[in-house]
């Protein structure tokens, strides 16, 4: 789809729906796919160490092997593509190179570089294991929702899937030890339309200055 037949952000959330039926003869362009990847990797993190990684299964006899690990859900054999939403553990050994590359763009100083690395090697590096796992989770959710929405732009469908065997999954693909499974999402072309679904009032949930 041409940048300049892209719908607008108001219709692209607007008609993102959880797709549960695709057409198994639509594969999504390798490079297209990369385009997808390239505009979630903009999402925010925590300090911006990117604790995302991704690995994106495409392979036919794989997404069979995945399928009875995901409760044989049936779209992971019609997607086009199951990405897998990790989060690496040790993502703030990451923040050298990170904030190396914002000095040399000129986004950051020297000293704020610095400050930013001792705090990723110090302060990150020794969080206990549960606040280390929220931070994860939350920076994986927020990039999810971005490559969702991305996919939706497109014109493709999506459906994340946390209802899936993650000690299975990281044994049968290997996932290295060092990586949480987050969630796995199925991305392809609708064969028919996600359900609609409501949603609550916002005076149920958004309240002003107090709760």
């Known amino acids: 789809m041409s940048i300049l037949t892209k719908p ?38 925590s300090s911006n160490l990117q604790p995302w990684r991704f690995v994106v299964i ?20 019609q997607a086009s593509a199951v990405i897998a939403v990790l989060g690496d553990m040790k993502w703030y050994e990451k923040g050298r190179q990170i904030y190396t590359m914002s000095e040399e763009a000129g986004y950051m100083t020297e000293e704020i570089k610095q400050y930013f690395i001792n705090s990723a090697e110090n302060i990150y590096a020794n969080m206990d294991q549960s606040v280390k796992e929220s931070i994860i989770d939350v920076d994986a959710g927020l990039i999810s929702m971005q490559l969702m929405l991305s996919a939706r732009a497109r014109g493709y469908d999506t459906v994340p899937m946390g209802g899936y065997n993650k000690v299975k999954f990281v044994e049968e ?35 002003w200055n107090e709760i």
Do not use: C
């Not at 969630?183 to 339309?193: C, D, N, T, V």
């Open 8 to 45: 607008d952000l108001q219709t692209v959330i607007r008609e993102r729906h959880s797709v549960r039926h695709y057409d198994p003869s639509v594969k999504i362009p390798r490079q297209e796919m990369e385009e997808i990847l390239s505009e979630a990797i903009l999402a925010p993190s």
């Open 58 to 77: 495409d392979d036919a006899e794989l997404l069979k092997k995945l399928h009875p690990i995901a409760n044989n859900q049936e779209h992971v054999l």
């Open 173 to 207: 693909f290997k996932i290295p030890e060092h990586y949480r499974s987050v969630m796995l999402i199925a991305i392809g072309k609708a064969a028919s339309p996600g359900r609609p679904t409501v949603r609550l009032p916002l005076e149920d949930v958004a309240f």
